[in-house]
């Protein structure tokens, strides 16, 4: 059709619109009104009688709500899940992975784990496990389930599962026993209760629960610093399952984003995170916490169960005679007047107490528990006079008083295994066993006040307090083998020493130092070991102990410790735990790099879903000057473990050492994301700030390592550098006096502040420190050359 005005356009005649026009408009009469109203009434009156369609009541009704409350919300979970899924959003929640290790399909620890209950920067791991998907003929697999205690902390290679291992193989040669050490440190039973369900998929023969000692302070405990108490075991499940999802785990990181929570430490501070979290005996959320706890062992037991496995509760012990409670309160209803009184009291004690007047000290203390006895540092010190005294059962009765009323909970109490003991009496006949180790502890110790002949701290078992908790162990699991295994127990052959069971494990004088400095300059010298009663006392005794372990460690002595691994590694070739720490040796104390590079390629091969490994090897390979083979090892660790602050660390160095200095700062400025307090890395990036004259942030990085760490004499003398390059000399000479109070010892402080002084032309004040420069190091040529210029 054409447009308007087109040439084909026909035209109406002209009689026609003429006729249109002259149209009159039609009229009606009142009569025809009428008739016509009449007839539109009728038919909209039609139109109202005909039938509506039905509404949605009843069954129907409800059937709709229930559709659009459940069936959509749960499909379109659906979709979004599936979506972040191939995306590749998230992180796989399961404690165990599908893995290939030398071409047999496994499964492994998952890392990442730990991030469903805690911020990842400072969330826990398992230590590195495997085990074949398909379990092996003659094969008694064995999952040990808990939290550091059963780790084996301060060192995860003489935990009690490895003991137990080790008595289990002598004993009954041809049967192959797997002990896979599922345990992470600070979890409790909310945690644990996922890693039992996820391990009874995998053909487990036995679990073995050593548990209780976090359930206060670990996740939704009444002193957590992580996920929050509440009283609904429904709720906390819930939250639990919706982080093991990908969308969960977004709206985690969409609430995350916002800012971590003002209570929720951004670095871990070990023990001294919970300071402020004390948790009186008579606090109502207790009953809570014992309550979960309860629920979760029989969830625990439950799965085990499932899976056609048998399993083990262990009560738990803690040292009671030689670790003092770690935080203590008085009764909420204790008045000021009677407050003032019992100071006066418990301060009469101290004194006789330190005079060696126990008796008279005793007095004084039962004075002041008449006014107040929940004051757990009151009943230690009665339990000290009592042992002291001679009055043994007295003395542990005090411990044991003052453990219960220890406001920082981190020892279980008597209820937690009052808990246990209920869960897994009387149970055989459904597969469910009681070891109670706490018994066993208590019946192996000094008057039966368990103490430091078993304990490193406070619930750390030493050496021969593991190897006493796997004998206890194994002589229930003695009772549990099946026929077919029992059948091949070598009667003729006495159990496991002590002594052997070092052999077994390469336990050597190297082990000895390492882990009891590791347990002073770690645990004993931090917060809040530092608020317990005697604690210079206890740090006088273990450094002396240290002091002799490192003056024994002689090079002969170090290559025998060598020979022993050498050994241990012929006898066991595929335990990784003799590679890496054979590794640790040769890498950190007898320095020869390129052996300990084997080692850890070794780890590597038995764990190559481990970050462990590769950091390791990347480390020794920055010793051997091989920077491009470091930082590929370091990108495999981040790339595995995206939180390692050391592996960023390392990649920074790396890259300053070629120049590459764009990179060096991405991975050090990384590196103080996850780990802000480390005053090394913050003086690193200061120094590529200062070599590009960003004196600014160079001197920011400087001071933030100064607040970290006082004594930083490096830090105090790039600051002065950095502020004197500013012009600020006056504030240069305050910062390396400043520093010089600190570290009077250093020899660049005292040089630098000299040449400083000397160009104010402050000559008296120069040579001053000249000559402290030269006190320090008399050798000193360029002190030397410089003080003879000026004099």
Known sequence: ?????????????????????????????????????????????????????????????????????????ALLFLFLELGLRIVGYGFPSAATLKCEVNGRKSYCDNIKFGWRFFPRNIAREFDPFNFTAEKPDDTYRIFVLGASAAKGEPDSAFCFGRFLEVI???????????????????????????????????????????????????????????????????????????????LGQLLTNLLGSRGPGKNIPKVWGGLEMFLEKQVQAGDERLETVYRHFERNLRDISRFARKGRAKIIFCTVGSN????????????????????????????????????????????????????????????????????????????????????????????????????????????????????????????????????????????????????????????????????????????????????QCAQHLAYTDWDRYTITDKVLNGFIKKAPFTNQLYHEELVNLMEQTVTSLKDNLTADALEE?????????QEDSEDWYFHYKYGKLLAEDIKDYQAAAEQYRLVQDYFPHSYTGYNALGSVLRGLGDLDGAIDQHLKTIQINPTSAEAHRHLGWAYKQQGKVDKAVKHYSQSLR?????????????????????????????????????????????????????????????????GLLLVPNSLDLHYNLAVLLKKQGRRDEAIEEFRAALRIDPNSAKTRKALKAIL
């Not at 440190?185 to 209780?212: K, M, T």
């Open 1 to 73: 059709m054409r447009a308007k005005g087109g040439k084909n356009n026909k035209k109406f005649p002209s009689n026609i619109k003429k006729s249109i026009r002259r149209r009159k408009p039609v009229t009606h009469s009142r009569t025809e009104k009428r008739i016509v109203s009449t007839s539109m009434g009728k038919e909209k009156q039609k139109d109202e009688e005909k039938p509506s369609p039905n509404p949605i009541t009843g069954w129907r009704l409800w059937l709709f709500r229930i559709i659009a409350l459940t069936v959509i919300p």
């Open 168 to 246: 289990l193989q002598d004993t009954y040669p041809g049967i192959n026993f797997e002990v896979i050490t599922t345990a992470m440190a600070a979890i409790n039973s909310h945690v644990v209760a996922e890693i039992a369900g996820d391990c009874a998929r995998h053909q487990a023969d036995l679990f073995i629960v050593y548990l209780g000692n976090n359930e206060v302070i670990g996740p939704y405990g009444a002193g957590t610093v992580f996920s929050p108490i509440s009283g609904s075991m429904s709720l906390i499940r819930m939250g639990i399952a919706i982080k093991a999802t990908r």
């Open 320 to 499: 009671l005679k030689d670790s003092p409670p770690f935080a203590s309160l008085h009764q909420p209803s204790l008045t000021a007047t009677d407050k003032k009184k019992w100071d006066e009291i418990y301060k009469q004690g101290v004194a006789y107490e330190a005079d060696g007047k126990y008796d008279e000290a005793a007095a004084r203390y039962l004075d002041a528990a008449e006014i107040d006895d929940c004051y757990a540092d009151l009943q230690f010190r009665l339990g000290r006079c009592y042992w002291e005294a001679g009055e043994y059962n007295r003395a542990r009765q005090r411990y044991i008083r003052a453990r219960e009323l220890d406001t920082l909970r981190f020892r279980a109490d008597n209820r937690i295994n009052e808990t246990i003991r209920a869960v897994a009496g009387d149970k055989v006949a459904k597969g469910i066993h009681l070891v109670d180790a706490a018994k066993a502890f208590e019946k192996n110790s000094p008057h039966e006040a368990t103490g430091q002949e078993l304990f490193y701290e406070h619930v750390h078992l030493n050496f021969k307090g593991n190897y006493l908790l796997a004998k206890t162990i194994f002589e229930q699991v003695e009772e549990i083998l099946p026929g077919h295994i029992k059948r091949h127990r070598d009667n003729e052959r006495p159990l496991l020493t002590e002594a």
């Open 561 to 569: 410790v060598a020979a022993l691994y050498r050994r241990a590694i």
């Open 674 to 738: 996850i780990l802000p307090t480390d005053a090394n890395v913050r003086f690193s990036l200061g120094l590529i700030y200062q070599s590009q004259k960003r004196l600014d942030k160079a001197i920011e990085q400087y001071r933030q390592a100064l607040q970290i760490k006082p004594d930083h004499a490096k830090a105090y003398n790039n600051l002065a550098i950095a502020l004197y390059q500013q012009g600020k000399f006056n504030e240069a000479v305050q910062t390396y006096r400043k």
